[in-house]
Every structure is written in structure tokens, then in C-alpha cells.
């Protein structure tokens, strides 16, 4: 949005709108739902299920890529899978962010040996919170997303010490 | 104060109203579906998490802006703006109170359908423009169960239009200071809340935006704040749907056997209490039913609402020509 | 007024007349429509998925298209091949489990069970009562969490949304009973060659029972919530009808089959584990529609309820595994055994060569014969359809990719 | 369970099916045939009276000097099963039975895809699991990654 052109690096006049705004993100976290494999049962389900509840962080799931800031990649990712996830990242609009849920999302899990097998979804979307486990438990998975929120309330604050150090 | 500026300050008030509303609709919606849900919906933002469309709306109009490579890029602009305007023109006429209203026209009721029926023209252009094969799906069928439940949601109202004998809505509120219409008339509000559930793309009618099956409908292609208009229209519509049914059938800000002097400080908050009353139902049902067939659908509307709320409307045409009720009886 | 689509015109004719530009039709075109008096019409062939909303997972569906009208389907997998086939090569006997259970990932204790049956084929081990019981036990338990996955999955396939949730809540404290009893949500690892990894905890029997008191009720409410509306009865009856012969043909196993009418299951025809000592009835449809398999389903899972009860009140004294070597070393062999999945009849082939790893191992997933049944029974259906047929056929993409 | 060895020989030979060996295996009742009549077999055990109306599964294994596919039947009424062997050459066909037992479709691309056969007679022979230019992986020749590989990644 033209709001962006705004709060960009060089406008002191906004520093204050840009801190609010990544504070807006950190809390609007709406994920694509995108489950690959088992992680989609405990990460996309369960996590928003009755007991975990991911509403309650603002964290809902939208189906369009379009809607969507963060994608979970929920699952082992193929050869022929991996053309698709990096489709979907690229259909998301700025600012986005990528969770890999699960040992295979990060490393290729307990299939990294099979041939046809990515050995981790970095290799082919950047990755900014990777989540451990196989599967990971619903709350690995939040604390995953507090992790992203405290990431992005973060940017914030790098850029203005970058700042600081320029003047 | 000169007349234009009174002009635009009643727009404004409208934007406003609206804008309130979609917010405080939607977080009431993920209140109502979370704790119909055995869940709590929103928490962390604000207490009990009242600051959490806030955020989405802050979030949605920093974010990026996408427009595919392949839209009919004209329309695609349109497309939000003639949803969001219609939402907005609607407001015009709704009556929150004797005093409290934007205009009173004479031809109220027949001027909210009127722009309440240009929506689906957005809607159709939002499918038709993303060039995306779900959209195109998600408009056609928009349009197509917008324009077939039309006939029997004015057919519905016009039995109440001819018992009153006036299109002006504070004067079908004033004439139910005895009697809600909802008694005498109830086949015509089952009729109006079918007819009205499938003109807001809700719940167990949203075949447009279906998101099991057509990912996100007409929807999907849009982002940031354009899909914040589309998103924001749709509450906008349940509202003033739900103030037309309040108006018509449940004596808009009256309630029976109170006198009005009493009411008239007050008859704003009544009235917003009854429309969000009604807008509860409909999340009500949204979160509990599922979603029927497009063509089950439409044999519901062409092969039993139409044929129902015209026989409706003889029945009371006969009635007030037999008991001399009505606009014509002394 | 007939109804349009009855009027049958051959694919040839149509080509003749330059209309409709396609060769021969793809397997499972039954009809082509003729279009409306004349006018050129054109169809959409509309990708959905891999990333979809409601196709299970990574199920990908070309699906050709007249208007909301369903011509042809493909089906396109492999989204999630990731060698477990392969891997088993190169894994030894205690660690099939492993890959099994993320092969159909729903139901992971079949998976581990099936394997660990044809280990056991091989090795001619005898298994203990308890471990007998405990793995049925487990089994059923599993099969309750994995149809509490298709329950809500299938409502969410029709657009209602709080019978999903509902299912989770329960499903929740399956998954607390079975994390109790093996240590892991879903990933169990539990069943091994021989036996289960280790006894039941203390007072865990009184944990099953409690939650199978709640579960009897809120069981017919999830019944209430979503077979009692009339709007899903709108939906599923009459759609996706599979017949005898077709189902057959497919090699489809499990509700898909046995809501045809044939009632073949393996827990009472091929006996294993404990099954042959308990008491339980095998649910046969009649139609074979969407209907049907809900029914076949839900009712399974009451019968599931009854199991759990008698293993419970069953549980013999005794070992929890038999001896079992360290390093699994069977003789040269070829066996199959098969058990009652959630979804069918998940069936191991495995050949040894006497090294500690299997020579060839395959995994008969009963997805991949439903993924196949899609194409079939999908033309001449409508758009919304699709996803019903796909929730009802209850897929997992896990076992169908491997 | 375990069909009647000699009715299964009986009727391969009536269906014209020379040199099939039939034996009782661990596996169960195992019919090894060559690779060019195995489409006759299975029609004949079809139609047959022993009524194997399921091809309950089709696999197919590298045996390191050529690939042996097995056809898993299953009778519903009789309540048998029976398992027909044939080998292929590493560069051979595989003859799709496609059109006698439908539930072949699939599971046949699978095999030529992983042992790298070439399908005849499918009605649409692609790859189904993986892309294009991967190797077939499911042969003894074809290696899984090493530890190496996967630490260096």
C-alpha cells in the first residue's frame, strides 16, 4: 500500500508509525494453510483447535496465498512439491514470512537420505522460524509464532540502531 | 451550517459508522465462532482481545499491494469500490431512530434493495477480473444466487408495503407500534431471512467464496486493503440487511407496549440492539450448518420462494380487501 | 423437461463437427455434452491443489469442467513421495515402525502393526496375550482418533465449521491417553516385532474408560450435529455412488468397500492379534454413496467403543513382548500380512535376504486405490461435489505417495 | 486361504498357459509364469471358477539380476488369495493388465516409474510420483544419499 512509501528507511518523520506497524503485523499473523504431511495435523489442526487455539494470538488461516503473511510449511518437502512451495511464497504479497514446522521442513527429517527428497525447505524459500520435532507438539508450534512476533517487532528496532549509527 | 456541509458531514457519518462496524463485526464474529467453537477466539490484543481487528485492519493497509500480471487491471481497481459504495449508499435510508437517520426518503425500502443490488455486478467483476479460474467460478455463481433471490426478497416485503401503504421506512416502523409485522406476517420474514442469508453470501448460502471448494471465491486474488474493502463490505451488507429485517418485521426501534416518549432518548441503542441481535443469528448459523449445493439452491429459490411469497402476497391482498385493513380503511 | 444431461452424443461426432477438439476421452469420460443449442462453449480444465483447502493434503485434481459440471478428472500424485519403500531398504527390522507411521500418519499404529505382523510372519515368533490385547487396544484407540480426523474434515468439506472442532476437542484426549501410553502424540513408534515397546501405565484403564463414558455421548451428538442436518443429508445422498463391481474392480478395502455391500474386513476374515477373541459387528452399506460411507464410518467407530471396552476388561496377565533379538535377523523369505487400517487394508509384502534389513519392502496403502476410484466416480458431478467425494472416500495422501 | 494348487495349475493350462509353476510358499500359494502370458492368466483366473475377482495390490522388486513383478489376487467369495510372479528384463515392457483388472492403473505407472520400465498398453502411461529426469530409484543400482550428502547439505 502507498502508506509503505511513508515509513520507509529514510523517513524519520514516521519511526513511530513503522514501529506500530510492525507491531500490527507481529499481533495479524494470518498463515496460509498449506499442510504437507503429518505437521499439518498438529500444527493446522490442532494448534487451532479448543485446547491451543491460535485465534487467540490473532493467528487464523487464510486459503488464498494472496491473504496470507506467513506460510507453514508443514511437512517433508519433494522435488516436485518444491516448485509449488516456491510458487506459493511468491504469490504472497510483502511483508511475508516462512515457518518450517518439523524436522523434515528443516533438514529433510527421517526421509533426508531418499534421493527425491529436499533437504530442507530453505533450500528453496528463506526460512525465518524453524520449529523442531516430529511432529512438532501444538505448543512448539506457538512458541514458534511468539518467536516470529518477537522477530518482526525486532525489525524495527535494527533499523533504527542502524540509523542511529549512520548520523 | 449550510446544506453541504451538513451533506457531507452525514456521509461521513455513514463512512464512520460503517467502518465501526465492519471492525466491531468482525472481531464479534471470531468471539461469537470461537466460543460457539468451545474455543475463546482473539485474547492477547486489548483485554479479552478487543484490539484485534485493529491490528488486522493496521496490518492490511501496510501490506504489499499485489496485482497479478494477468487482471483486467480496470476492473480489477473497480471491482472492491463498487462493493464497498453500494454498501455505503444503503446506509442512507436505514432509520436508527425518529430523528437519527441520514435522509428520509419516501421511497426508503425500495431504494436499500436498489443499492444493495448492485453488489453483485462487484462481485461478478472482481471474479471475471483476477483471471483466475476459482474467481471466475466464485463470480458467476455470486451473480447468479444474487439475481435469483432478488425476486423473492422484494416479494417478501411488499405484503408489509401494502398492509402499511408506504415505501418510507418510519412509517412501516410507525405503524408497528401495536403489533410486531413478524407475527402477522411470518411466512414473509421466513421467506425475507432465507431470501436475505443468500444475498449475503452467508452461511449455508456462500457458494460465491465457498472456501472448501473455491478457495476464497471471488476473493482470491485479492490482497492487502482491496481485500480489506471486499472483506469489510460483506459485514457492511449483513448489517444493513439485518436493520431491513429489524425495520420491516421487528418495529425498528419500538418495542410494543412502551410509550414512545419514553423510548425517544434511548431508540438508537434499541434499534442497534435488535440489528446485532440479528447479526448474532446469523453467526449462529455460519459457524453450526453446513453449506447446500448451487443447484440445490436454486431450485429452492425459482421452484418454492417465488411461487411461496407470491401466493403470500394474494393472501394478504385478500385479507385486507375482505377486512378493510390497511392504508385504504378509515 | 428432460434433464440435459442425458442426451448421450458420441465423442466422434463431436469431433467431426470441430466443437469439441479432443482425441479419444481420458479414462472415466463416460458422456460429453452437447453444449447449448449450438453455441461454442468452452471448457475450463481447473487445477485444484496441491495447495487446496480440501483435498486432504497434496491430492492434486485436473478437473475438466462445463460450467460447475464435472467432465473428467485426473488425479496427480506423488506431492508427498518421500521413499519409505526405498528407506525400509536400508532400515533395520525395530525401525519399519518408524517410517510407517508417517506413511498413512492419521492412523500411525496400524501402519506399525502391519509391519511388525509381517516381521513376526518371518521371524515365527509367538506373540504374548497382553501384547496381543495392548496393540488391539491401541489399534482401536487409533482408529477412533483417525475417524475423528475424517469426521471433522468431511463437515468441513460441506462448509459447517463447529462439528470440526468439536471433533478435536475429543480427539485431543485420545491423543493425551495414546501420548500416555507410547510418549508420542502421533508418531507412536509403539508397536514392535514381538510385542509393543512397553507395558500400559498404571491407571490408564480408568482414563480410557472415563473418556469412552464422555465419548458415547458426545459420539451420537457428533452424529446429531452433522448426519442429522438435513442440509448434509442434501449433500451426500445420492452422490459418489460406487457399485459392487466398481469397488471391485478398484481393489478399494475398508468403509469404501464395505459401504458397497461387501463386507469383507480384515480384523474378522484375516484374523490378527487380539480380534479373533473379540466380540464386534462389521457395518455394511447398501448403496454405496457418500451417505453410506458416513454411516459405515460412524457406525465403526461405536463398534471401535465396544473393542476398547473388551480389551480392557480382557487384559491378560503376562509379558508385554516375547524375546526378540536385538538385531532382527529373519530367515530368506517372502510374506504378506495385512491389517484393518482406518482407511482399508494396509497390507506389508516383504522379502528378506537374512541380512538385518529387508531386501524388498512394499506398503499396500488403501489411498492410492481410492485416489484411483476418483477419477471414475467424479464425472458428471458438480464442482461442490468434488471435495464431498474426495472427504468421503477419506484419503491420505501419506500412504498413497509413500 | 490358500486356493487349491492343482485347480489354479488346472486352469492356467486350459487357458493355454504352458510352464506355469505353481508351489506353496511362505507367501502363500505362488504362480511363477512367463512375463508374455501373464495377461491370459490373469483373464483366465478371473473368469475362471475360482472367481479371483481383486487384484488386491501389484509391486514389483529388483531381484539384482532382473525385475520380478508379483500380482496379488484376492477371491471374495471363496475367500482365497493367490500371487502371480513374473520377471522382466531391466530394459524390458511391462504389458499394463489394465483393462482386466482396473485397480492396476496406478500402481503400474508406480512400478515403471521406480524400477524404470516402460509401460505398454496403459491408457496413460506418465510418470505419477515423481519429475521428470529422476532416476529409478527403487533399483539396488540406484544408491540413498550418504551421511555425508545429508551433513553437507
Same mark, same amino acid.
Given at each position: ?105 528443516? @533438514? ?44 518482526? @517487532?525486532?525489525? @524495527? ?11 | ?22 471492525? &466491531? ?236 416518549? &419514553? ?68 | ?102 506413511? %498413512? ?51 468441513? %468439506? ?114 490378527? %492379534?487380539?480380534?479373533? %477373541? ?125 | ?153
Amino acid at each position: 500500500m502507498a502508506i509503505d512509501r511513508f515509513t520507509g528507511e529514510h523517513s524519520v518523520a514516521f519511526i513511530r508509525s513503522e514501529q506500530l506497524f510492525d507491531y500490527a503485523r507481529s499481533k495479524s499473523l494470518w498463515y496460509m494453510a498449506f499442510g504437507i504431511a503429518c505437521c499439518a495435523i498438529e500444527g493446522l489442526m490442532h494448534a487451532s483447535g479448543p485446547r491451543f487455539d491460535f485465534d487467540r494470538m490473532g493467528v487464523f488461516f487464510r486459503a488464498s496465498p494472496r491473504q496470507a503473511d506467513v506460510m507453514i510449511v508443514a511437512g517433508t518437502v519433494n522435488k516436485k512439491m518444491a516448485e509449488t512451495v516456491k510458487l506459493l511464497y511468491d504469490q504472497m504479497p510483502e511483508p511475508k514470512w516462512v515457518v518450517a514446522m518439523g524436522a523434515c521442513a528443516s @533438514t529433510g527429517g527421517p526421509f533426508r537420505e531418499y534421493p527425491n527428497v529436499v533437504l530442507g525447505v530453505d533450500q528453496v524459500v528463506p526460512v525465518d522460524v524453524y520449529i523442531p520435532g516430529c511432529p512438532p507438539r501444538p505448543e512448539s508450534v506457538q512458541y514458534g509464532f511468539i518467536c516470529l512476533q518477537d522477530k518482526i @517487532t525486532k525489525r @524495527t528496532e535494527e533499523r533504527l540502531a542502524a540509523r542511529r549509527d549512520r548520523s | 451550517m449550510s446544506p453541504l456541509l451538513i451533506v457531507v458531514l452525514r456521509v461521513l457519518a455513514a463512512i464512520g459508522l460503517m467502518l465501526a462496524n465492519g471492525v &466491531v463485526l468482525i472481531y464479534m464474529l471470531r468471539k461469537v465462532l470461537g466460543h460457539l467453537h468451545v474455543r475463546l477466539g482473539p485474547m492477547h490484543m486489548g483485554p479479552k482481545g478487543v484490539l484485534q481487528t485493529t491490528m488486522d485492519v493496521l496490518k492490511l493497509l501496510t501490506k504489499e499491494d499485489v496485482t497479478p500480471t494477468n487482471v483486467d487491471k480496470v476492473l480489477f481497481f473497480i471491482a472492491p469500490a463498487l462493493v464497498f459504495v453500494p454498501a455505503l449508499m444503503a446506509y442512507a435510508a436505514i432509520p436508527f431512530s425518529e430523528t437519527w437517520r441520514i435522509t428520509d426518503l419516501d421511497t426508503g425500502l425500495l431504494y436499500s434493495f436498489a443499492a444493495l443490488s448492485v453488489i453483485p455486478i462487484g462481485l461478478l467483476m472482481a471474479g471475471w477480473a483476477s483471471a483466475n479460474k476459482w474467481s471466475l467460478l466464485g463470480g458467476m455463481r455470486a451473480a447468479g444466487q444474487q439475481i435469483a433471490y432478488e425476486v423473492p426478497l422484494l416479494l417478501s416485503v411488499l405484503p408489509v408495503v401494502m398492509v402499511v401503504g408506504s415505501l418510507n421506512m418510519s412509517d412501516i416502523v410507525a405503524a408497528q407500534s401495536g403489533l410486531w409485522f413478524v407475527i402477522p406476517q411470518l411466512p414473509a420474514f421466513v421467506i425475507f431471512a432465507i431470501a436475505g442469508l443468500v444475498e449475503l453470501n452467508q452461511t449455508p448460502f456462500d457458494m460465491s467464496e465457498a472456501e472448501s471448494e473455491l478457495v476464497a471465491g471471488f476473493a482470491s486474488e485479492y490482497s492487502a486493503m482491496k481485500f480489506g474493502l471486499l472483506f469489510l463490505s460483506e459485514f457492511s451488507n449483513s448489517f444493513i440487511m439485518s436493520a431491513i429485517g429489524v425495520t420491516v418485521f421487528f418495529g425498528g426501534w419500538m418495542i410494543p407496549f412502551v410509550p414512545a416518549e &419514553v423510548m425517544q432518548p434511548v431508540a438508537p441503542v434499541i434499534f442497534m440492539t435488535k440489528v446485532y441481535i440479528g447479526i448474532f443469528f446469523m453467526m449462529w448459523i455460519r459457524g453450526t450448518f453446513p453449506r447446500v449445493r448451487i443447484d440445490q439452491l436454486m431450485q429452492l429459490g425459482w421452484k418454492w420462494l417465488i411461487p411461496a411469497s407470491l401466493a403470500w402476497i394474494m393472501i394478504t391482498g385478500l385479507v385486507i380487501k375482505v377486512w378493510q385493513l390497511g392504508p385504504g380503511a378509515s | 423437461m428432460s434433464d440435459p444431461r442425458d442426451d448421450v452424443i458420441s465423442v466422434g461426432a463431436l469431433a467431426a463437427e470441430g466443437t469439441h477438439s479432443a482425441g479419444d476421452p481420458p479414462a472415466g469420460i463416460r458422456r460429453v455434452p452437447s453444449g447449448v443449442d449450438g453455441l461454442t462453449t468452452e471448457h475450463l480444465i481447473i487445477n485444484m491443489g496441491p495447495q487446496h483447502p480440501s483435498t486432504h493434503g497434496v491430492l492434486r485434481l485436473l478437473i475438466e469442467v462445463d460450467g460447475e459440471e464435472v467432465l473428467a478428472a485426473e488425479t496427480s500424485l506423488g506431492y508427498l513421495h518421500r521413499g519409505i519403500e526405498k528407506l525400509a531398504e536400508s532400515r533395520k527390522y525395530h525401525q519399519l515402525g518408524t517410517l510407517m507411521d508417517r506413511g %498413512d500418519y492419521v492412523s500411525g499404529m496400524h501402519g506399525e502393526q502391519a509391519a511388525a505382523l509381517a516381521t513376526e510372519k518371518l521371524l515365527e515368533v509367538t506373540v504374548p496375550d497382553k501384547a496381543r490385547y495392548i496393540r488391539t487396544l491401541v489399534a482401536e484407540l487409533t482408529r477412533l482418533a483417525s475417524h475423528l480426523v475424517w469426521y471433522g474434515t468431511f463437515g468441513l %468439506d460441506t462448509g459447517a465449521m463447529g462439528q470440526f472442532l468439536y471433533a478435536v476437542r475429543d480427539r485431543e484426549v485420545l491423543l493425551d491417553i495414546l501420548e500416555e501410553i507410547s510418549g508420542q502424540r502421533m508418531m507412536f513408534n509403539y508397536i514392535r516385532p514381538g510385542g509393543v515397546v512397553a507395558d500400559l501405565p498404571v491407571g490408564i484403564e480408568k482414563k480410557i474408560l472415563d473418556f469412552l463414558t464422555d465419548f458415547d455421548v458426545h459420539l451420537e451428538e457428533h452424529h446429531a450435529l452433522l448426519g442429522g442436518n438435513e442440509i448434509f443429508q442434501m449433500r451426500v445422498k445420492g452422490i459418489g455412488t460406487i457399485s459392487r463391481e466398481m469397488a471391485l474392480a478398484f481393489a478399494l478395502s475398508g468403509a469404501n468397500l464395505r459401504a458397497t455391500g461387501v463386507g469383507f474386513d480384515v480384523r474378522r476374515d484375516r484374523p490378527y %492379534d487380539a480380534y479373533p %477373541d473379540l466380540d464386534f459387528d462389521v457395518p455394511v452399506g447398501s448403496t454405496g454413496d457418500a451417505w453410506d460411507r458416513y454411516m459405515v464410518r460412524m457406525e465403526e467407530m461405536r463398534q471401535s467403543v465396544r473393542m476398547v471396552r473388551q480389551c480392557i476388561e480382557g487384559m491378560p496377565e503376562g509379558d508385554f513382548t516375547a524375546k526378540v533379538p536385538k538385531v532382527i535377523r529373519p530367515a530368506e523369505g517372502e510374506v504378506y500380512a495385512s491389517v484393518e487400517s482406518s482407511r482399508g487394508e494396509t497390507g506389508v509384502h516383504l522379502v528378506s535376504d537374512g541380512s538385518p534389513e529387508p531386501y524388498r519392502y512394499h506398503y499396500r496403502g488403501p489411498s492410492l486405490f481410492a485416489c484411483q476410484v476418483l477419477e471414475e466416480i467424479l464425472p458428471g458431478h458438480l464442482l461442490a461435489d468434488v471435495v464431498m467425494m474426495i472427504g468421503s472416500l477419506d484419503i491420505m495422501l501419506g500412504e498413497a505417495d509413500r | 486361504m490358500l486356493p487349491d494348487a492343482t485347480a489354479v495349475s488346472h486352469i492356467l493350462t486350459a487357458a493355454g498357459v504352458s510352464n506355469a509353476v505353481v508351489a506353496t510358499e511362505t507367501l502363500g500359494v505362488v504362480c511363477r509364469l512367463e512375463a508374455a502370458s501373464v495377461l491370459r492368466a490373469l483373464e483366465a483366473l478371473r473368469d475362471g471358477e475360482l472367481d479371483f475377482r481383486v487384484l488386491l495390490d501389484f509391486l514389483g522388486a529388483d531381484t539384482g539380476e532382473e525385475i520380478e513383478v508379483t500380482y496379488h489376487l484376492r477371491s471374495l467369495t471363496r475367500d482365497e488369495e493367490l500371487f502371480i510372479k513374473a520377471t522382466v528384463a531391466y530394459d524390458g515392457e511391462l504389458r499394463s493388465v489394465w483393462n482386466i483388472y482396473a485397480s492396476a492403473l496406478m500402481p503400474e505407472r508406480e512400478t515403471a516409474e521406480l524400477l524404470g520400465l516402460s509401460l505398454v498398453g496403459h491408457p496413460n502411461p506418465k510418470r505419477l510420483l515423481t519429475t521428470d529426469g529422476v532416476e529409478p530409484l527403487l533399483r539396488k543400482s540406484v544408491p540413498i544419499r550418504t551421511v555425508e550428502e545429508v551433513r553437507n547439505r
